[in-house]
Nanobody
Framework: QVQLVESGGGLVQAGGSLRLSCAAS????????MGWFRQGPEKEREFVAA????????AYGDSVKGRFSISRDNAKNTVYLQMNSLKAEDTAVYYC?????????????????WGQGTQVTVSS
């Protein structure tokens, strides 16, 4: 079992930035693919970004390409989501997800472990 704890959410104006963090309990963290998903009001869960366990491959959802950036710090057991040029439609609960390294599966999913989520609200 992997415990994931997200932080960094909050209220921001459109055009602003936020950085989300996700701390993982399981070691070695470097053996886990990590992803971010979000679910807006009355919307289905949406893939946002993911990074391979090795850091050699990254994927983004179409709606965030060019604005969001995912990174990981294996020494801190943490994955980050830097969100720039935020829009009202980015308002959602953001979830961190992980799975044991699996190069046979696409970064978009599926994932085995999920955090509780952190709310991001973008005011227009």
């Amino acid at each position: 079992q992997v415990q994931l704890v997200e932080s960094g959410g909050g209220l921001v104006q459109a055009g602003g930035s936020l950085r989300l963090s996700c701390a993982a309990s399981r070691r070695p963290f470097s053996s886990y693919d990590m992803g971010w998903f979000r679910q807006g009001p009355e919307k289905e869960r949406e893939f946002v970004a993911a990074i391979r366990w090795s850091g050699t491959s990254i994927a983004y959802g179409d709606s965030v390409k060019g604005r969001f950036s995912i990174s990981r710090d294996n020494a801190k057991n943490t994955v980050y989501l830097q969100m720039n040029s935020l829009k009202a439609e980015d308002t959602a609960v953001y979830y961190c997800a992980s799975r044991y390294e699996d190069n046979a599966r696409a970064l978009i999913g599926p994932y085995d472990f999920w955090g509780q989520g952190t709310q991001v609200t973008v005011s227009s």
